[in-house]
Nanobody
Framework: QVQFVESGGGLVQPGGSLKLSCAAS????????MAWFRQAPGKERERVAW????????NYADSVKGRFTISIYNPRNTMYLQMNSLSPEDTALYYC????????WGQGTQVTVSS
């Protein structure tokens, strides 16, 4: 059973930046199609960024395109989500998982964008 651990969330002002991290034991990010998801209060969970195995391709939801960057750092076996130009609409609990949501969800990391 793979357990993802997300971190890096926090409170940030509009226009600010955060970098989220995702770690997991017994799991190799680079050999899987991975994604970041988020769930805002009262809304369904949505996929916001994904990266193909070996980093061959990345793609983003229209709402975050040009502002978020997904990446994997192989030496640390960690996946990241760099988030820039944050707006209150980005406030949500952020999760990582395989693209097809194969594994159980972690605790997530809360991102709150507010002045």
């Amino acid at each position: 059973q793979v357990q993802f651990v997300e971190s890096g969330g926090g409170l940030v002002q509009p226009g600010g930046s955060l970098k989220l991290s995702c770690a997991a034991s017994g799991f190799t990010f680079s050999t899987n199609n991975m994604a970041w998801f988020r769930q805002a209060p009262g809304k369904e969970r949505e996929r916001v960024a994904w990266i193909a195995r070996e980093g061959l391709m990345t793609n983003y939801a229209d709402s975050v395109k040009g502002r978020f960057t997904i990446s994997i750092y192989n030496p640390r076996n960690t996946m990241y989500l760099q988030m820039n130009s944050l707006s209150p609409e980005d406030t949500a609990l952020y999760y990582c998982n395989t693209w097809d949501q194969r594994w159980s969800w972690g605790q997530g990391t809360q991102v709150t964008v507010s002045s």
